[in-house]
């Protein structure tokens, strides 16, 4: 239904209904208070007709207070599983069941102790209906009907059947796939339909870089799903806007799964909201061999430091070790001994300096 003809119902329910209303006013308060017929034929139409242009400019802000809520409700829906739907509506309609069940004593019981009993009872009725419709549907919801075993499995805090959704930066990064195809990363892994777009547009850029990390992204897919079976979830928040970070948390509590990714902002913002989150850079620095203070390395050192007397060289899987007073030896290998390790953000650095045994045979 368009805008514009929901706008021109709730004007014409709203018109009519003032209408009625100041029809209704006119006849049992103020006609009993005019004399002149004039008047009281003035008023006779009149009033009803100020009820009606009253209701036509009620009527924009009570459907715009009408669409926000629908849309709330459309996107609460959307975000159920079928199982968690039908589990809703279950409840709401045992909640209404009981409430009707309750006016009947609540009918009697004030009829009898008060004339006006009939009617407080049907307030009571109205206010303890949505009340446990309310109640009924929240309560159904959290006990989806289904296969039992699927949702106990979906449950789970851990095993191969939580699903691990996998993020944009993981996917350009690459080494998703070697872990992949080691199998360290167990389970279905969701592809969101958001991500794949936000892959799309990368791969389109005119910036020849983003494009070349977006086509390369295109390609570890493309041998992703040859290895291990990827599911593609069509899911979408529009409420959120294009915060492709707020939709995968989302994703990630609605399907209680892990994130998996090695953005860091993303990571923090997971796990402020809960959602488990599978570092792929943390993943690299844990299988990192373990280099103490003291032990001893062979390196090529390929350029020179951030101060003027070090040199810098580079173990086998990418960590940098900073030499001191190696400036001298770069393009040469050297016997160095390890003197402090730091982990940081970016990942483990190692201090050395260049043995003596070394030095004497430059």
């Known amino acids: 239904m ?3 003809v929901l706008r021109a119902i709730f004007a014409l329910v709203f018109a009519v209904t003032g209408f009625l209303l100041g029809g209704e006013l006119f006849t049992h308060l103020i006609s009993l208070h005019v004399a002149n017929q004039v008047w009281l034929y003035a008023l006779t ?3 009803p007709v100020l009820g009606a242009v009253a209701g036509i400019f009620v009527a924009p802000p009570v459907q715009a207070l009408f669409e926000n809520e629908l849309n709330e409700v459309e996107g609460l829906i959307d975000r159920l599983a079928p199982g968690q739907l039908i589990g809703g509506v279950v409840g709401l309609l045992a909640g209404l069941l009981i409430a009707y069940l309750i006016k009947a004593v609540l009918l009697e019981f004030f009829t009898k102790a008060s004339p006006a009993g009939g009617y407080l009872a049907n307030v009571v009725y109205i206010l303890l209906s949505i009340f446990l419709a309310y109640l009924g549907w929240r309560v159904g ?6 296969n039992p075993a699927a949702h106990a499995a979906k449950a789970a805090p851990s095993g191969d059947g939580v699903p691990k959704i996998i993020d944009t930066s993981v996917i ?3 080494r998703v796939l070697e872990i992949v195809e080691s ?23 005119l910036d020849p870089m983003k494009r070349t990390r977006g086509r390369r992204g295109l390609d570890v897919l493309a041998k992703l799903q040859e290895t ?3 599911e593609i979830d069509e899911r979408d928040y529009n409420d959120v806007g294009g915060a492709v970070d707020a939709k995968l948390v989302r994703l990630a ?20 909201e809960g959602v488990a989150v599978l570092n792929i850079n943390e993943l690299a620095g844990a299988v990192k061999p373990v280099v103490l203070p003291g032990e001893e390395l062979h390196v090529t050192i390929v350029r020179d430091g951030k101060e003027p007397h070090q040199g810098v060289g580079y173990l086998d899987d990418g960590t940098m070790i900073v030499v001191e007073n190696a ?5 040469e290998d050297a016997d160095v001994q390890v003197t402090s390790v730091l982990q940081t953000v970016a990942g483990r650095m190692i201090f050395a300096k260049v043995k003596r045994t070394s030095q004497v045979g430059n």
């Open 45 to 47: 139409i009149g009033i």
């Open 327 to 331: 400036r001298r030896l770069i393009g």
């Open 183 to 205: 199998g360290f990363l167990e389970g279905p892994l969701v592809l969101p339909r958001f991500v794949l777009r936000e892959l799309q547009l990368i791969a389109d850029s």
């Open 228 to 230: 291990t079976p990827l």
């Open 172 to 174: 350009v990064d690459g």
């Open 253 to 272: 509590r609605e399907r209680n799964g892990k994130l998996v990714t090695n953005d860091y902002n993303l990571n923090r913002v997971a796990q402020v």
């Open 2 to 4: 368009s805008t514009t």
């Open 141 to 146: 919801a959290k006990r989806p009907i289904g």
